[in-house]
């Protein structure tokens, strides 16, 4: 069976501070991964996705960046947050159908 | 951009009786996806249609992407149903891109 981790499950960060929230899927082979992201009272909306390996699109510019250094991991970063990174960040694979994580809740202070 | 219109915002029921949400595109999509909203925010899979209609229990769905919408039906609606359902549509162009609508808070009563 297939299993999708994030980290951490919850973050209070600094304006300013850097960011990094992980993602790993586990029982699936080459899936697409999305990082996705929802502000308190706003839509959820797809950020980046993947493919493969090495490769991130992003659809959404938010001052972030993703990466993905392996097939079952999904990396969401930013060296400097600012207030409007505060919101929910769900991962999520497919190979057709999507299915997400447990997500991070993220505070900017 | 592509949208994806959801109504009704909220929905009251009493227990044992039903009713549908709906959700309209304004672009032909290619799937759909519907959701619930678990008490950690994320996203629990209802369903997942290219066409037609799926049935798990007291859920039913139904997509029609020549007419663009696409309807989740619940029947005998108990308390712990209560809960924020979302429907999600992909394009298909290249990838799978989901579209969100902004929810359906329903509240089952006794």
């Known amino acids: 069976a297939q299993t999708i981790h994030q980290w951490p499950v919850a973050e209070i960060k600094a304006v300013g501070s850097p960011l990094s929230l992980g993602c790993t899927i586990k029982?699936?082979?080459?899936?697409?991964l999305y990082w996705y992201w929802q502000a308190t009272g706003g839509t959820l909306q797809q950020l980046f996705y993947?493919?493969?390996?090495?490769?991130v699109e992003s659809v959404v510019q938010l001052n972030l960046s993703a990466s993905r250094p392996k097939d079952d991991q999904f990396i969401l970063s930013t060296e400097k947050l600012l207030l409007s990174h505060s919101g929910f960040y769900l991962c999520a694979w497919s190979l057709d159908e999507q299915y997400f994580g447990p997500g991070t809740r993220l505070t900017v202070l | 951009g592509d949208q994806v219109e959801q109504s009704p915002s909220a929905l009251s029921l009493h227990e044992g009786t039903g009713s549908a949400l709906r959700c309209n595109f304004t672009?032909?999509?290619?799937?759909v996806q519907w959701f619930r909203k678990n008490s950690r925010g994320s996203l629990i899979n209802l369903f997942y249609?290219?066409?037609g209609t799926k049935e798990n229990g007291r859920l039913k769905s139904a997509f029609d992407s020549k007419e663009r919408y696409s309807t989740l039906h619940i029947r005998d609606a108990q308390l712990e149903d209560s809960g924020t359902y979302f429907c999600?549509?992909?394009?298909?162009?290249?990838?799978?891109?989901?579209?969100f609508g902004k929810g359906t808070v329903l509240l089952v009563s006794p």
């Open positions: 249609l290219a066409s």
């Open positions: 999600a549509a992909e394009r298909g162009s290249g990838y799978n891109k989901l579209t």
């Open positions: 029982g699936k082979s080459s899936p697409n």
């Open positions: 672009t032909t999509m290619r799937a």
């Open positions: 993947s493919i493969t390996v090495g490769q």
